[in-house]
């Protein structure tokens, strides 16, 4: 009775609403028989030809969005989407000019997780897409329609279409490419209900001929990956349509992926490679596509998990050598903050990081925003004039979003840092837990306030550099020769300036560094060191850069005793 009795106020408090666009959505029993929990999305897009829930995004061409939260929607039964859902870009339904659209919506499912520390949430499981609601698994949506949406549209949508689950992963498994799931007995026990790691290997030539060698072992940090990036054992394809690449400005892109992609297999299969274990994994959380590969408040432990039960299953299956000395990391962005975090925080199990144009690495730069000092994240403020902050940027300073931009977008998509994008997964992988069992936010999401009590936290347990100097003394000696870090200047994000202040500590550190830090003129996102090819061609060549590095560095410093030999045939 009092769920009848809720219903018909909601929907006197909408009809009391003057005219107005407004959305009726629904779902049929045949899709779930059960009551559903998520986000349930709106969108319009003036690209008449595609679908709107494919084309979201920070760019100038964005489709529109509008997003509400929906418990317990039983199928059948209509939710309203008005004026009253929070918007991207613009903010309100009745805001949306009028026009000829195409409109399609979507729910992104919740999954209920009684937690370890005592919080129940709700959150978008992984269904092994790498956190993408729009291709998620089990997800609802409707078909797009071209409409003209006038001021007083009403909108009438059935989420009758489901997104299919994803193809078998071992499928793509090869001589070279090997395929492997654990279930993750600490992150189980965190988030109350089965948890798994997955991992690709890249076995080295000579693997199977080679039976008494034991393996450096290589991870690649980065975001969920489908398959082994980068890797392609048959020649490009002759007939292959290119395509054009507005990020890199190259037409045929396409073909260059599949020219460099097996360039590195000719290269792995040649005589004088470096003879290791190259790992992918694939740790996507209920928050993001990855965890960052550390323990954290919200995601639980990843970092123990990775750490103390992925990587000694992969070596003991794949014949690592399993020792601290013969690990090494590399990665570029995310991959890149993972990379330098994991040789910080694990300092004694790896024995390099090579680390790409990483995720803000200072939080005084944690972008373009000084989280201790700056009270508002979206403006620069004075006393008469506010200046918007800049989101995302070109090499030649071009600024396509601003940050207050980019942060509502996500607010849109979900609340309670559920959106699956980059500054929601920062908190959930830097924040406390707040009150609620969901993370702490650090700013507030709709008026960029930041909260100082969560910069403290920020601080001392993952901003990088303040780690590095506030625990030098011990850090030091265990970290001596092995960082070295890549950003170009004029990098999309600004993600070049907590590097500055990075490159400044460790120039002067007692006990030196005897890092290396180097910047990329007028290089984008994300440059590596390569001053020899642009990114669009050195990102495809990580391993061909860091193995190379990794080799010379076990030769010099591996102990006595160390086996040095079985691998380098």
Request: net charge neutral; with cysteine; hydrophobic share 35%.
């Amino acid at each position: 009775m009092r769920r009848v009795i809720a219903v018909l106020l909601a929907c006197a408090a909408s009809s009391s609403l003057p005219a107005q666009i407004r959305a009726s959505i629904s779902f049929p029993a045949e899709r779930s028989a059960q009551p559903l929990d998520g986000r349930l999305l709106l969108m319009f897009s003036a690209d008449t030809t595609g679908e709107p829930r494919l084309q979201v995004s920070d760019n100038v061409g964005t489709a529109q969005v509008y997003g509400v939260d929906v418990d317990d929607w039983r199928p059948g039964a209509a939710q309203l989407v008005d004026a009253r859902a929070f918007g991207y870009p613009h903010r309100s339904l009745s805001d949306l000019p009028p026009g000829r659209y195409r409109v399609q919506a979507m729910i992104n499912r919740y999954q209920t997780f009684r937690r370890s520390d005592g919080h129940t949430v709700k959150l978008p499981p992984d269904k092994w897409e790498g956190q993408q609601y729009a291709r998620k698994p089990g997800n609802l949506y409707s078909k797009p329609v071209t409409m003209t949406v006038t001021r007083t549209s009403a909108i009438t949508l059935t989420l009758d279409q489901e997104i299919p689950a994803v193809e078998d992963f071992a499928k793509k498994e090869t001589k070279y490419v090997k395929y492997m799931r654990i279930r993750s007995e600490l992150l189980s026990k965190f988030w109350g209900t089965d948890m798994y790691l997955g991992a690709w290997v890249l076995l080295p030539e000579g693997f199977d001929s080679h039976p008494q060698a034991r393996y450096p072992l290589v991870i690649n940090h980065g975001h969920f990956p489908s398959g082994m990036d980068n890797w392609r054992e048959t020649p490009p394809d002759p007939n292959l349509a290119p395509d054009y690449s507005t990020r890199f400005s190259l037409a045929g892109y396409n073909r260059i992926q599949q020219e460099l992609g097996y360039q590195f297999f000719k290269d792995w299969t040649g005589p004088g490679f470096p003879r290791v274990l190259i790992v992918q994994i694939q740790h996507a959380t209920p928050y993001y596509d990855d965890s960052y590969a550390v323990n954290s408040a919200n995601n639980g432990p990843y970092g123990d998990a990775i750490m103390k039960e992925l990587v000694p299953e992969i070596e003991k299956r794949y014949r690592g050598i399993g020792q601290g000395w013969a690990r090494f990391t590399y990665g570029g962005s995310t991959g890149g903050w993972e990379a330098m975090a994991v040789q910080m925080f694990y300092p004694t199990e790896f024995n390099g990081a090579w680390v790409a144009c990483p995720d803000p690495i200072d939080f005084r730069h944690y972008t373009v925003v000084n989280i201790y000092e700056d009270k508002n994240a979206y403006y620069a403020e004075g006393p008469f004039k506010r200046v918007a902050r800049p989101g995302q940027r070109n090499y030649l300073g071009h600024v396509s979003t601003t940050l207050e931009q980019t942060n509502h977008r996500e607010l849109a998509l979900a609340g309670n840092s559920r959106s699956g994008d980059q500054w929601d997964v920062w908190e959930s992988v830097y924040s406390p837990v707040g009150p609620n069992g969901y993370p702490k936010p650090i700013w507030n999401k709709l008026t960029g306030e930041i909260d100082r009590d969560v910069a403290r936290y920020w601080r001392d347990n993952f901003d990088l550099s303040h780690i590095l100097q506030r625990d030098w003394k011990t850090l030091g000696p265990q970290l001596k020769g092995k960082l070295r870090i890549y950003v170009g200047d004029m990098d999309n994000y600004y993600l070049n300036n907590a590097v500055y202040a990075v490159e400044k500590f460790l120039k002067q550190a007692d006990p030196p560094a005897d890092a290396v830090v180097d910047y990329g003129d007028r290089d984008e996102h994300c440059w590596n060191g390569d001053h020899t090819r642009s990114n669009a061609y050195s990102r495809l060549r990580y391993p061909q850069m860091v193995l190379p590095w990794a080799v010379e560095r076990m030769l010099t410093t591996a102990p006595p005793g160390a086996d040095l030999r079985s691998w380098r045939y």
